[in-house]
């Protein structure tokens, strides 16, 4: 179970940095093709102006955090919904980029469940203040 998760964890801080990085100084080649409603929610996002340097910050910080370990039960939770976001990308309006989704998620739910420890805290049917 330690080694999974040291890989996944490694794995899905990597991709995060990566793909983070790419956003600020653009050096994956990439031609989006998007079009209708992919394209919509895209140029709507970017319209917004804070929205995509928010995200690829975070993705960019939750990466390196993963990758050094430090705060990685923190940042598997704070990713997660990036995560989630990109599976439903990608399997909604893009299907052919599923893949991509499915690299993302597994390992995050994955760190979930490694983590569990940390979060079951946080499900307190009745917290006392």
Known sequence: MKIATTIL?????????VFG????LHFIPYQPMHTGRVEAFKEGLKGVGYFY????SI?????????INRYAAFSAVALFPI??????FHT??????????????????FLGFAYWKYYKPM???????
């Open 9 to 17: 964890r490694i794995l899905l801080g990597f991709i995060y940095l």
């Open 21 to 24: 990085l790419d956003y600020f």
């Open 83 to 88: 995560s989630l976001n990109v599976l439903l």
């Open 92 to 109: 909604i309006l893009v299907p052919s980029g599923w893949l991509m989704g499915v690299f993302l998620i597994v390992p995050n739910v």
């Open 59 to 67: 993705q960019i910080a939750g990466g390196i955090s993963l990758l």
């Open 53 to 56: 340097p928010m995200i690829k």
């Open 123 to 129: 499900f307190v049917k009745k917290p006392v203040v």
